[in-house]
């Protein structure tokens, strides 16, 4: 009987295992015979495995592991929103970022997440962000009064400096020196540029251990996590208050026991902030900026939208609702180059995603620079059309347009981001004139996507030219 009962269940696991059903296979050998130059540039090569496999395709890594990557907009709702609580963050996303910016939103999972998502919430409300939008608007301003006119200029740097500070003063205020917060902004770049190589070349991680880079780079989230440290204890032994996001989170509290967020959580999320704030918003108003220099006719609308906005006495604030074909700008150009370009999810059981029944464990990939530029989904994919974003055609984009990310875990500083794009966009072509200066377009994807070689010209504006 025992032999019988061990045979059925042996048959009976068989049987599950040939019930797995998955998409159009990308041979192995193909996909290691191109592996080094995926890791360099994956885009083309996602593109034309698309073309040869179809909108969802698989690699098969070995007896029971397998990476899917898709563009489908029904896989996506289904992973990302419809059955999202059985779909976590990978180690990607979370394992190499925890080691240097400890366990916040951006790298937790399940109820933790949940917890400290609902407790950071509040201080993303509309309401407070409007109370951020002054400090926003000066710190915009003074950023781009330092271009320099008349010259080719690479319209990365400046967008990074601009989205950096706008996020420190929007993080504390007037409670950090320039000498801290140029010093931060260096550690969260060297930070970010090795998370790529640990990323993109896990095959080494035995080297970056044993040469001595991982400790090094610990070493550097160590000190960023000293300075902010400091201007927490400052701030929590200050009689005075700051309407910044600092202030904000020092006052949330957690709603089972009333307690606040201890110091180290606290210094996790604050260091998640700065990383997830201030590139994706700094690719994102690069690409724009040199989108508008080789589309002089959107440019002119923008500054015809601009003139008929400031002919109203309204407040930042106010101006933002009003500019609409700036936003409309900034969407398609989010559209085309998606700063978080792709995210991954791992499944916590079987699972049936439209026809295909897949294992547990299963890695699976989301292009969203891919599904951006689906020719099932867009016309014309991609043309740069601000007016898809307007009026009735926005109902268009739902469903297959997610610049920040969908479902619950749907970026939660998207409001600020947008916000300040908006306030970016306005200022920039009020004062400037901007004008292709010939360079050609690089895509750099790293873990957001990065433009490279962005080069115009900045003219300052006269009157009403």
């Not at 095959?203 to 780079?217: N, P």
């Not at 294992?359 to 989904?377: I, P």
């Not at 966009?425 to 957001?448: A, F, H």
């Amino acid at each position: 009987m025992r032999y019988r009962s061990r045979l059925r269940s042996t048959r009976q696991r068989m049987a599950q295992k040939d019930q797995y059903n998955y998409p159009n296979q990308l041979p192995l050998f193909r996909f290691f015979w191109n592996a080094e130059s995926i890791r360099k540039d994956p885009i083309p090569f996602h593109k034309q495995f698309f073309a040869d496999y179809g909108d969802t395709f698989s690699v098969r890594l070995g007896r029971k592991k397998y990476l899917m990557l898709t563009r489908d907009k029904e896989i996506v709702q289904h992973i990302l929103q419809k059955n999202h609580k059985n779909y976590y963050k990978s180690k990607i996303q979370t394992h190499y970022l925890s080691k240097y910016l400890g366990f916040g939103l951006l790298t937790s999972n399940g109820d933790f997440w949940l917890k400290q998502r609902r407790l950071i919430q509040p201080a993303f409300h509309r309401e407070k962000m409007i109370q951020l939008i002054g400090l926003m608007a000066k710190t915009i301003e003074k950023e781009l009064s330092k271009i320099t006119p008349d010259q080719p200029t690479d319209a990365f740097p400046i967008m990074n400096q601009l989205a950096f500070n706008v996020v420190a003063t929007a993080l504390f205020n007037v409670s950090i020196s320039e000498e801290k917060l140029n010093r931060l902004q260096h550690i969260i770049e060297r930070i970010q540029w090795f998370l790529v190589k640990e990323v993109r070349l896990p095959h080494k991680g035995w080297w970056f251990t044993l040469s001595g880079q991982v400790k090094k780079h610990k070493k550097f989230a160590q000190e960023s996590r000293d300075i902010i440290l400091e201007i927490i204890e400052e701030r929590k032994n200050s009689e005075t208050r700051n309407d910044d996001l600092l202030n904000m989170l020092l006052d949330t509290r957690y709603e089972d026991t009333g307690e606040p967020m201890s110091t180290n959580q606290l210094i996790d999320e604050i260091s998640i902030l700065f990383v997830a704030g201030h590139e994706t918003t700094a690719n994102a108003l690069s690409f724009t900026t040199y989108l508008l220099a080789n589309h002089l006719e959107v440019q002119d609308k923008v500054w015809k939208e601009i003139q008929s906005v400031d002919k109203e006495d309204a407040t930042p604030s106010e101006k933002i609702q009003k500019l609409t074909y700036i936003k409309a700008v900034i969407d398609e150009s989010m559209r085309l180059y998606p700063p978080a370009w792709i995210t991954d999810r791992e499944n916590l059981e079987d699972d049936t995603i439209g026809d295909f029944f897949v294992r547990k464990d299963t890695l699976v990939g989301v292009s969203f620079y891919e599904l951006h530029r689906n020719e099932k989904y867009w016309d014309d994919p991609n043309s740069f059309q601000p007016e898809r974003f307007l009026g009735d055609r926005r109902k268009d984009s739902q469903g297959h347009y997610y610049p920040f990310g969908a479902g619950p875990r749907m970026c939660i500083g998207m409001g600020f981001a947008v916000y300040e794009m908006v306030l970016a966009i306005y200022y920039l072509v009020k004062n400037y004139k901007i004008k292709d200066s010939g360079s050609e377009l690089k895509l750099n994807p790293l873990i957001t996507l990065k433009p490279v070689g962005i080069k115009v010209t900045f003219e300052k504006r006269n009157g009403d030219s």
